[in-house]
């Protein structure tokens, strides 16, 4: 079987990076620092972007704006998600984003994915793209709402976008207090050759009923049931590139345990910045392509072309 490299878009801080907003809980927590921002952010950046290819994956660069500066772009698993119409066209489901300073992201994602060749396409509902929607495999998304305080995805967006991007789903609803997206408590991780599955869950976020939908939609699926401390320290934020997990720091020895028995390689990553400042790990800082070949990734949008011209 032809093994399939993953591609993931990813959009580096700017010079003026900085924590802005503080919309989710964790940013909230961070305090606050004198000390720039965006130095350390470009290195935490850079470092998941090397990470990734080092993993056999592929970065696809969608460069900050230099005439705005969107301090939420780096978090790019909110910014859509990537598709293919019944005729195979290319498409992009655009965010339709709850904090207000992250508005003006769906207008330049607009323009930049016009000029891959893909079509736009506007999320009426409020939704958070990746944040929500989350890959057990290429046949599975789980979706996800929070009802709370610190509430995003609305749970009507699900009609609008399930449909478009997998043969299978299912929607689940969260206690959006403290958690924000579905993948601050739920991650799904697999062997390279996905014969077996873990799901990591954090029970207390789900609301009655679902951890039990989740297992029924997941049966072969071993479950780590998380604690809140664990889940807080974003246990499920660890992204998975083919043989390789990238993680934040500070995890409990369990989940290392899970990854270990998929045979999967840990790499721990810091974060300073775009983490332990901003809220966001790797899972966050990522927008996966499923079904873009990573051979039509334009040579000035390559990791080693931002980086020459950076």
């Given at each position: 079987?032809?093994?399939?490299?993953?591609?993931?878009?990813?959009s580096?801080?700017?010079?003026?990076?900085?924590?802005?907003?503080?919309?989710?809980?964790?940013?909230?927590?961070?305090?606050?620092?004198?000390?720039?921002?965006?130095?350390?952010?470009?290195?935490?950046?850079?470092?998941?972007?090397?990470?990734?290819?080092?993993?056999?994956?592929?970065?696809?660069?969608?460069?900050?704006?230099?005439?705005?500066?969107?301090?939420?772009?780096?978090?790019?698993?909110?910014?859509?998600?990537?598709?293919?119409?019944?005729?195979?066209?290319?498409?992009?489901?655009?965010?339709?984003?709850?904090?207000?300073?992250?508005?003006?992201?769906?207008?330049?994602?607009?323009?930049?994915?016009?000029?891959?060749?893909?079509?736009?396409?506007?999320?009426?509902?409020?939704?958070?793209?990746?944040?929500?929607?989350?890959?057990?495999?290429?046949?599975?998304?789980?979706h996800?709402?929070?009802?709370?305080?610190?509430a995003?995805?609305?749970?009507?967006?699900?009609?609008?976008?399930?449909?478009?991007?997998?043969?299978r789903?299912?929607?689940?609803?969260?206690?959006?207090?403290?958690?924000?997206?579905?993948?601050?408590?739920?991650?799904?991780?697999?062997?390279?050759k996905?014969?077996?599955?873990?799901?990591?869950?954090?029970?207390?976020?789900?609301?009655?009923?679902?951890?039990?939908?989740?297992?029924?939609?997941?049966?072969?699926?071993?479950?780590?049931?998380?604690?809140?401390?664990?889940?807080?320290?974003?246990?499920?934020?660890?992204?998975?590139?083919?043989?390789?997990?990238?993680?934040?720091?500070?995890?409990?020895?369990?989940?290392?345990?899970?990854?270990?028995?998929?045979?999967?390689?840990?790499?721990?990553?810091?974060?300073?910045?775009?983490?332990?400042?901003?809220?966001?790990?790797?899972?966050?800082l990522?927008?996966?392509?499923?079904?873009?070949?990573?051979?039509?990734?334009?040579?000035?949008?390559?990791?080693?072309?931002?980086?020459?011209?950076?």
């Open positions: 079987m032809t093994s399939i490299t993953p591609v993931y878009l990813m580096p801080p700017g010079p003026e990076w900085t924590v802005r907003a503080r919309s989710n809980v964790f940013s909230q927590a961070a305090g606050t620092s004198e000390t720039p921002l965006a130095p350390q952010a470009r290195a935490d950046w850079l470092m998941v972007a090397h990470a990734i290819e080092r993993a056999g994956g592929r970065v696809l660069v969608a460069p900050p704006p230099p005439h705005l500066n969107l301090t939420g772009m780096p978090y790019t698993a909110e910014a859509g998600i990537f598709f293919r119409d019944e005729k195979g066209a290319p498409g992009f489901l655009l965010p339709n984003m709850k904090p207000a300073h992250r508005h003006a992201e769906a207008t330049y994602l607009a323009g930049y994915v016009s000029a891959l060749g893909w079509r736009a396409r506007k999320v009426n509902a409020t939704w958070e793209g990746q944040g929500d929607v989350l890959r057990v495999d290429l046949e599975r998304m789980v996800t709402w929070g009802e709370g305080p610190y995003r995805t609305s749970r009507e967006a699900y009609a609008e976008v399930a449909h478009l991007i997998s043969r789903h299912i929607q689940v609803g969260f206690k959006a207090d403290p958690w924000f997206h579905g993948n601050t408590f739920l991650g799904f991780y697999a062997s390279a996905g014969e077996r599955r873990w799901m990591l869950v954090c029970p207390a976020a789900l609301q009655d009923g679902e951890l039990a939908r989740l297992r029924a939609f997941v049966p072969e699926a071993e479950v780590l049931e998380l604690q809140h401390d664990e889940s807080v320290a974003y246990a499920t934020n660890a992204l998975q590139v083919n043989g390789t997990v990238i993680a934040p720091t500070g995890l409990p020895a369990r989940v290392h345990e899970v990854w270990r028995s998929l045979g999967l390689e840990i790499v721990e990553l810091p974060l300073q910045a775009l983490f332990r400042q901003g809220g966001g790990a790797a899972v966050c990522t927008d996966r392509l499923d079904g873009f070949d990573a051979s039509q990734i334009p040579a000035h949008l390559t990791l080693s072309a931002w980086e020459a011209q950076s």
